[in-house]
């Protein structure tokens, strides 16, 4: 009788030791491979290596998407390219296929006036909008042209040499994913 017993519970270990192998050769490696919530913080934060090269980051915050294409050389930011997603109704318009002439100028000029610029293009700065289903504001930054201080006016404050070191504090503040 005592030899069934150490039978059936060498088969239980053995059986229990299976199960923990197949659950760690493919659950958990199909798990890592699964995008999660960023703004979970049980969700690995993964951080581009990139130092040359193009990294994209995506925030969605209050229902309002921004994209940020970041070119860079030798860890240093050379150009950056924001896409905002915003609806008609931020402006204060219903339909955004109503909108006339005058409503888009009037969309662009407060644009600029938030930005802090006068015009669509400015040394280095150039601000275009496009009107799909929604207002899609672009803004590309051409580092090596635009002052330190006109960046800083947008409300940029990244780091311009050692590039990776800001994507790194932009993917640990939940906030955006990098790739």
């Not at 493919?26 to 990139?50: E, F, G, R, Y």
């Not at 998407?65 to 150009?79: A, V």
Request: proline content about 2%; some cysteine; glycine content about 4%.
């Amino acid at each position: 009788m005592e030899k069934k017993h150490i039978a059936i519970s060498l088969g239980i270990i053995v059986f229990m030791a299976v199960v923990i192998l197949i659950y760690n050769l493919i659950i958990k490696k199909n798990a890592q491979n699964t995008i999660l919530d960023p703004t979970d913080p049980n969700t690995p934060v993964v951080i581009p290596k990139t130092t040359t090269g193009t990294i994209l980051c995506t925030r969605i915050k209050h229902g309002d998407k921004e994209t940020i294409e970041f070119i860079l050389n030798n860890d240093t930011l050379n150009k950056s390219t924001f896409k905002f997603t915003k609806t008609s109704r931020d402006f204060g318009f219903e339909d955004i296929n109503n909108l006339s002439d005058d409503n888009k100028n009037y969309i662009q000029n407060d644009v600029l006036k938030d930005l802090g610029l006068n015009s669509s293009f400015e040394n280095g700065i150039t601000v275009s909008i496009e009107y799909t289903d929604e207002v899609v504001i672009y803004i590309a930054i051409d580092y090596n042209v635009a002052t330190e201080q006109q960046v800083k006016n947008l409300g940029i404050k990244y780091e311009r040499n050692n590039f990776s070191n800001t994507i790194k504090q932009l993917v640990e503040s939940r906030e955006y994913t990098c790739e």
